[in-house]
């Protein structure tokens, strides 16, 4: 049973920084490509960012496109989301997901999963982040 476990999230002043981890288990995560989602408080759950397997192909929101970096250390079974200048529309409830197996890993498959939120079946509880003004 695939389990994806976030923390990191917390209260930090704009401009500052975070940096998020998800521990992930149950399932080899070969041919998974992970991600990030966020949901504010009234709002829809929207997509972050995206990784391969290797760490090779990312693919990320134009909204956070420079602030935000996603990586992940498989020795560690361990995804994480740097952000950086962090600004308080970033406020919200971040998710770590995972969606597979794919034959294969790549950009398009990291667009698809951005795109396909409903087809998601492994998520995370959430971290929370605040970010005050």
């Known amino acids: 049973q695939i389990q994806l476990v976030e923390s990191g999230g917390g209260l930090v002043q704009a401009g500052g920084a975070l940096r998020l981890s998800c521990a992930y288990s149950?399932?080899?995560?070969?041919?998974?490509?992970m991600g990030w989602f966020r949901q504010s408080p009234g709002k829809a759950r929207e997509f972050v960012a995206a990784?391969?397997?290797?760490?090779?192909?990312?693919y990320y929101a134009e909204s956070i496109k420079g602030r935000f970096t996603i990586s992940r250390d498989n020795t560690k079974n361990t995804l994480y989301l740097q952000m950086n200048s962090l600004k308080p529309e970033d406020t919200a409830v971040y998710y770590c997901?995972?969606?597979?197996?794919?034959?294969?890993?790549?950009?398009?498959?990291?667009?698809?999963?951005?795109?396909?939120?409903?087809?998601?079946?492994?998520w995370g509880k959430g971290t929370l982040v605040t970010v005050s003004s």
């Open positions: 990784i391969s397997w290797s760490g090779i192909s990312t």
């Open positions: 149950g399932s080899p995560f070969t041919n998974y490509a």
């Open positions: 997901a995972a969606d597979g197996p794919h034959a294969i890993v790549v950009v398009t498959t990291l667009m698809q999963m951005a795109a396909g939120i409903e087809n998601i079946k492994h």
